[in-house]
């Protein structure tokens, strides 16, 4: 990633664990100087294996949100991956992702395209966007895929916004 993207491209990444062991993955991008920091999220996860569904929209409620929700694009994920006894399994993850940039937050990468070039053209300013990925496994028993296990995954990472978004619009 640090060959690849722009040398004024800023990032963090961090593996969150509640006490009952649950894993969230969530990685924050700053955008540099050029456009391209920041991309369809898509184009990564495709490049590592993953196969996408497509993205729906989604609102995730919290009072430190503007308007009483966070907006978030989900995309439910499989890969094949190997097992140490050599066999294949098929990871099924939930991948959440947003975009914040001054005064601004959105779910859509065509809107920030949009918005980021209304403000360079009409506002003569050029504010920086941060992404938000946020990445939870989908953890099943046994070999066949559960709507109950895809249910915990989304209520952990609901959770998990609903607690992060605050401390985003504290400053």
Known sequence: ELNILPPDTQ???????????????????LEG??????HRPELCLTGQGWELEKPRLEHIATPAAKDGAVPVSRL?????VRLPDGRTARARSIFLYWFV??????????????LTTFD???RNRNARWAYFLIHIPIVEEGST???QAEQQAVQLVTKFVQDLYPTLVEN
Not at 11 to 29: F, L, P, Q, T
Not at 33 to 38: A, F, K, L, N, Y
Not at 101 to 114: E, L, M, N, W, Y
Request: with cysteine; glycine share 6%.
């Open 76 to 80: 439910n994920a499989v890969r094949a």
């Open 101 to 114: 940039g001054k005064d601004r937050v959105t779910a859509s990468h065509p809107q920030r395209i949009f």
């Open 120 to 122: 360079r053209v009409f």
């Open 145 to 147: 895929a559960s709507p």
């Open 11 to 29: 990032g963090s990444r961090r593996i969150y664990k509640d006490a009952a062991g649950h894993e969230v993955y969530c990685s924050i991008i």
């Open 33 to 38: 100087r050029d456009v391209t920091s920041i």
